[in-house]
């Protein structure tokens, strides 16, 4: 029986052997991923509406993979900076982009971009639909929709509107109020949304068009006050704030997203778990609550419809910056 036993052994450890190549080819390594921190690049300052949704997410996924996700602002030229960084990332997931529409579907059409994110970056997962207001310093005159319109028309160039900067989403919504109102606003374009509130709130500028997520506590607080909220129906966060259709100005719809995205050559096994991650997260009844309290709705998707739903937005926003001959600094 010994000759028999021996003669078994050799293959059995063969065997053994040949599964453990197996499962290292077949990627074993990435039911560990992440197994080092995470960079989760923001195109915008720190206290912006984007920033903070993506410390929601962040701290979210810090605790499910027990791996620190660092939230990396890299604001400048409306975003453009931030989306670059993000692009020429090594495409390993470790490193995400938490981007916008202005991000992804806008700036290629307004700025002479190094990239390409249609081509230069992988989308992961929608985030969350964010719903925007038109806030003012309670020191403009106008107290309403109705009152704004006619302010500005009597005052073309006069009247200031912030945002994160050209060709962002807050930019665009209020080129959208300009179109569809017949009025004349004076675009002053920032840095990203945080310095864009700080002089709404010193009075240096008097309207912005923006987040619920950036605005709602300066709302709450009685710092600003909410003329109208831009999505086609009203938010339950502000009741009594009518849409911007219902206001004067019908037929006007506008709302942002944030999203996930990787560098392009991101190893698919490793989209599919951040994919799978974020949406695990998004799910949580806490995180939904918590986002939807700010005015941000989840929305996860897959990557295949979340890069449908960015090159949408980029036909669509494309024609309306050539028709509006929209043209950055």
């Known amino acids: 029986m010994m000759p028999l036993r ?21 990627g074993v390594s990435a039911e560990s991923f992440p197994d080092k921190p995470v960079r989760m690049i923001v195109a915008f300052p720190a206290g912006g509406g984007t920033d903070i949704v993506a410390r929601v997410i962040a701290e979210r996924l810090t605790s499910l993979w027990g791996q620190q996700v660092i939230v990396d602002n890299r604001g400048g030229a409306g975003g453009v900076i931030g989306t670059e960084i993000a692009a020429r990332a090594a495409p390993d997931g470790y ?15 307004l700025y002479p971009m190094n990239v390409d994110p249609l081509k230069d970056l992988a989308p992961v997962s929608n985030v969350v639909q964010v719903n925007f207001v038109l806030v003012a310093n309670p020191g403009l005159p106008a107290k309403n929709v109705k009152g704004l319109i006619a302010l500005a028309r009597n005052k073309p160039d006069q009247i200031t509107f912030s945002s994160s900067g050209v060709g962002g989403a807050p930019h665009l919504a209020g080129e959208l109020f300009n179109d569809m109102a017949g009025v004349k606003l004076a675009h002053i374009p920032y840095k990203g949304s945080g310095p864009s509130f700080n002089d709404l709130l010193g009075n240096q500028v008097s309207l912005t068009f923006d987040s619920l997520v950036q605005a709602l506590p300066y709302v709450k607080a009685g710092k600003l006050r909410a003329l109208a909220v831009l999505a ?21 719809d506008f709302a942002n997203w944030f999203g996930l995205v990787a560098p392009a050559g991101t190893p698919p096994e490793r989209i599919r778990k951040l994919s799978a991650d974020v949406h695990q997260v998004l799910d949580q009844p806490a995180v939904r609550k918590q986002l939807a309290g700010m005015g941000a709705v989840p929305a996860a998707t897959t990557p295949e419809q979340f890069g449908e739903l960015i090159r949408a937005e980029s036909r669509k926003w ?12």
Request: proline share 10%; charged share 15%.
């Open 6 to 26: 021996r003669r078994r052994l050799p293959g059995l450890g063969r065997a053994v052997l040949a599964l453990a190549v197996a499962a290292c080819a077949l």
């Open 318 to 329: 494309g024609k309306i910056i050539k028709e509006q001959n929209i043209r950055a600094p």
């Open 232 to 252: 086609g129906s009203r938010s339950p966060l502000l009741p009594d704030v009518p849409t911007l259709s219902e206001a004067g100005v019908p037929g006007y």
């Open 95 to 109: 490193t995400i982009f938490l981007a916008t529409l202005g991000n992804l579907s806008i700036n290629p059409h």
